[in-house]
């Protein structure tokens, strides 16, 4: 009985000393949610990271199916001139990864809306061209494959860098 009365006392004690954080509206965490592909579709998230000092950086790309289970997951270490060429590396690499797997209705989804821009209006970047070049051969080649923008990657990232 004593004993119970001490772990009371103790955690009536450790209760009162805790203390709830303090939370400012730049604290906030905004829920991020993922938005599956269609019936019989899969979505191919990607992203890239880069570090401009020395040009290194990854990219990464996740395949899930409509109820999100995920398929294949890739991480490569890469090589670039720029943040946004590490993006089109790792689109070309969710191609790939299709095209290989042999999957047929297919969302590529980034956080670069420059890229999927310049991709769905077949435009030009100099600095990327060659990498351009692949993706629209890619695509070109699957009847179902698209490609969409994703806000709420950019939104992330933005918080991390505060």
């Known amino acids: 009985m004593r004993a119970r009365l001490m772990e009371q006392d103790f955690i009536d004690k450790e209760e009162q000393q ?3 954080p303090q939370t ?3 604290d906030r965490v905004r829920r991020i949610t993922w938005k599956p592909p269609p019936l019989n579709w899969v979505k191919i998230n990607v992203d890239a990271a880069y570090n401009k000092s020395n040009g290194s950086g ?7 199916d409509h109820r999100g289970k995920l398929i294949i997951g890739s991480a490569v270490r890469i090589k670039a001139s720029s943040a946004l060429a590490a993006e089109a590396m790792a689109v070309r690499n969710a191609l790939i990864i299709s095209k290989n797997m042999q999957m047929e209705r297919v969302i590529i989804e980034t956080d670069s809306l420059t890229l999927t821009q310049t991709v769905k209006s077949k435009g030009n970047i100099g600095e990327i061209q060659p990498i351009l070049q692949d993706i629209n051969l890619l695509m070109e080649n699957s009847d ?3 490609m969409t923008w994703d806000l709420d990657g950019v939104w992330n990232r933005q918080r991390q860098l505060r």
């Open 18 to 20: 805790r203390v709830e």
């Open 24 to 26: 400012t509206k730049r």
């Open 58 to 64: 990854a990219i990464s790309a996740a395949v899930r």
């Open 144 to 146: 179902n494959c698209g």
